[in-house]
């Protein structure tokens, strides 16, 4: 039986760009479960999902596929490629990611109205409105989930606008039934609390959250790796942990209770918090090395863990409820 490999840098639980690189089949495991975990907590009935994270994960595509009306939000200034997912909003053309016209989306479309001054012609991306983006349906804000008698529908493909996936001021309050904020996107805006209030206004009440964000667990060791021991000590006491990763970006990480505690400030009923995985990526690799055709198990294994607000894993993974009826 092969030597257990060593634990890879953590670096790389950032930035695995292929199949044929670093952390591989952990990334392959990593998106198995992330996709049984999205399968289970979408509605069961068609409904209108925010996808937050779109072009940097295959959330909103899933959302689709399983009938929702999905509104992929591609937001410019965290366009760069995630762990072990190839951005399909990485090159001007083809999807059209660079558009820079934005048409005014009239507020009876759960759109908000124009502001003094603007008339509902076109605006540069950026602005409070999002760009639509050419090759993909219009956001109507009509469709599955918007009104009591919903019935099914064939899938259609997500419809994709550019904007500050952090400031939600294109959308009316209450218009969505759900939101999927994955990939860590929230932890990319390090005011995570100012993006969190947003979700929560733009959901309807009874709608849901689903999102991920980097734990403590992770940014310790980010610190460690970078010896930087002294900051290392203060993270016990901080009430805000911002790390840099090794290139320079920074990134917010939380324990459970400080996620349970923004989440509950802004309004949402916590359902759960988990770790994504719980299973370490050298496990993974060892075991996914060893034994190829043990992926579905290592999912169910994953699945069948008790939820527990324990900051295990690199990334938590949380459920809320905007409280309503």
């Not at 019935?151 to 939600?168: F, K, T, W």
């Not at 759900?178 to 733009?202: G, M």
């Not at 689903?210 to 734990?215: A, G």
């Not at 400080?258 to 993974?284: F, H, K, M, N, Y």
């Amino acid at each position: 039986m092969p030597a257990r490999p060593p634990e890879p840098s953590i670096a790389n639980l950032r930035d695995a760009p292929g199949d044929d690189e670093s952390l591989a089949l952990y990334w392959r495991f990593y998106w198995a479960v992330a996709a049984a975990q999205l399968a289970r907590w979408l509605p069961r009935r068609p409904s209108r999902i925010l996808d937050l994270a779109g072009g940097t994960a295959r959330s909103g595509a899933q959302a689709a596929a399983a009938g929702h009306d999905v509104i992929e939000v591609l937001d410019p200034h965290l366009g760069r490629r995630r762990p072990g997912v190839p951005t399909r909003a990485s090159r001007p053309g083809g999807n059209g990611v660079l558009a820079t016209k934005s048409h005014i989306l009239p507020a009876e479309f759960g759109a908000a109205a124009p502001r003094p001054g603007e008339n509902g012609s076109a605006r540069h991306a950026g602005a409070a409105g999002p760009a639509p983006v050419p090759g993909t349906a219009p956001f109507t804000g009509t469709g599955p989930g918007t009104g009591p008698a919903a019935a099914p529908v064939a899938a259609a493909p997500a419809r994709r606008v550019i904007a500050d996936s952090g400031a939600l001021g294109f959308l009316t309050d209450a218009c969505v039934d759900a939101v999927i904020a994955e990939n860590r996107v929230l932890s990319h805006h390090l005011v995570t609390e100012a993006a969190v209030a947003e979700i929560a206004r733009v959901l309807k009440p009874g709608g849901r959250v689903l999102l991920s964000v980097d734990s403590l667990t992770l940014g310790m060791a980010l610190l460690a790796e970078q010896n930087c021991w002294a900051h290392l000590s203060d993270v016990p006491s901080a009430e805000v942990l911002l790390v840099p990763w090794p290139d320079g970006t920074i990134t917010r990480c939380f324990w459970a209770d400080q996620l349970r505690e923004l989440l509950t400030d802004a309004g949402l009923e916590v359902e759960w918090i988990r770790p994504r995985t719980a299973l370490s990526p050298s496990t993974v690799e060892h075991v996914l090395a060893t034994s190829p055709r043990a992926l579905p198990r290592l999912v169910r294994t994953e699945l069948s863990a008790p939820l527990n607000d324990d900051s295990l894993g690199v990334h938590l993974l949380a459920s809320a409820r905007r409280r309503g009826h």
